[in-house]
């Protein structure tokens, strides 16, 4: 993992302030976009700076090169397996094309004019082209692994470049994951977590995750990956990926089995999540749904249901 930062940190460069500066959208999708994804895709990387830039949570169901888990249902629902593919549940809107979807969210949820930037779609996409080249073949081509019941969930932003490598582990081995979006909104917080600590510079958060994160961790360090399948966290390389890479591709299932999730396995460099944050909503179509936060929709039954307190 230290190896891959120089490089990824030349691909931050190379974006700007890309997918780092937030500016929430004034309306919120009541259910969770969908994106269909290869992480190291120039037109993907597009959409997900989009998302950064307004805050909007997304479920990412990685689609690397050779791989079987998701790429299928893309063909099936489009015709052609082509990403960026977003579907919106709260329209019924599902569609290709990156600055086609940029301009939908724009339009959408974000409540103001697209920026400037954005209608200069070509520069945009030769931009992320640029972006992508110092990265080669990470996150593009699947491996090995085991499905996971629950989907993990990562707290990031799109240009951070220690998020990324985490990101293309993800995709590699198609292990699909809520992101948590956690842009910057305030000058102190463009400050890494260490140097802040020094100055002794304390800031509130504005944005609903990062809040959340402060509240877990006692400071914002991106990227932060919860897996509901151990509930554990952890705010650096998950040092539990063994746990996922078993040479098997079982179909993923998106429906729970009902029940608690398995407790966390205590392993080194991870931590259980404090109760609060650990609490097991469930939702009315009575499917047990560990560490979801309350008041998210059920993301597995696609019910249309708010999930409750017990």
């Known amino acids: 993992m230290p190896g891959n930062i120089p490089t990824s940190l030349v691909s931050t460069l190379v ?3 890309s997918g780092i500066s937030t500016r929430p959208a004034e309306k919120k999708p009541a259910e969770l976009l969908q994106l269909f994804d290869i992480e190291n895709c120039p037109y993907c990387r597009l959409v997900r700076e989009a998302l950064t830039e307004l805050d909007l949570d997304a479920e990412i169901y990685p689609c690397p090169k050779n791989g079987e888990r998701f790429r299928p249902e893309v063909v099936e629902r489009g015709g052609r397996a082509q990403f960026p593919y977003l579907v919106d549940p709260n329209t019924g809107v599902e569609m290709y094309e990156s600055l086609e979807i940029v301009a939908y969210l724009f339009d959408t949820y974000a409540g103001r004019r697209m920026p400037l930037k954005w209608r ?8 992320s082209m640029m972006a992508s080249w110092p990265r080669m073949n990470e996150g593009m081509q699947a491996l090995p692994s085991k499905a996971p019941e629950y989907l993990l969930e990562l707290y990031s932003f799109e240009s951070s470049p220690y998020a990324r490598p985490v990101r293309e582990r993800l995709c590699n081995m198609e292990l699909p994951y809520i992101v948590r979006n956690c842009g910057r909104t305030r000058l102190e917080e463009w400050l890494l977590p260490p140097v802040r600590e020094r100055l002794d510079i304390r800031t509130q958060p504005s944005l609903e995750n990062r809040r959340q994160l402060q509240a877990t961790e006692g400071r914002v360090s991106i990227p932060y ?8 966290g952890c705010s650096s390389r998950p040092t539990y990926w063994p746990i996922w890479t078993r040479p098997t591709r079982p ?3 998106r429906a729970p089995s009902g029940g608690d999730a398995r407790p966390g396995h205590g392993r080194a460099g991870a931590h259980v999540l404090p109760q609060w944050l650990r609490a097991r909503p469930e939702c009315r179509c009575q499917s047990a749904v560990p560490a979801r936060r309350v008041g998210d929709w059920c993301q597995y039954q696609r019910c249309g249901g708010r999930l409750s307190p017990r």
């Open 225 to 232: 990956l919860y897996d509901p399948n151990t509930e554990q």
């Open 15 to 17: 974006r700007g302030t």
């Open 251 to 253: 179909e993923p299932s």
């Open 120 to 127: 200069a779609g070509r520069l945009q996409t030769l931009g």
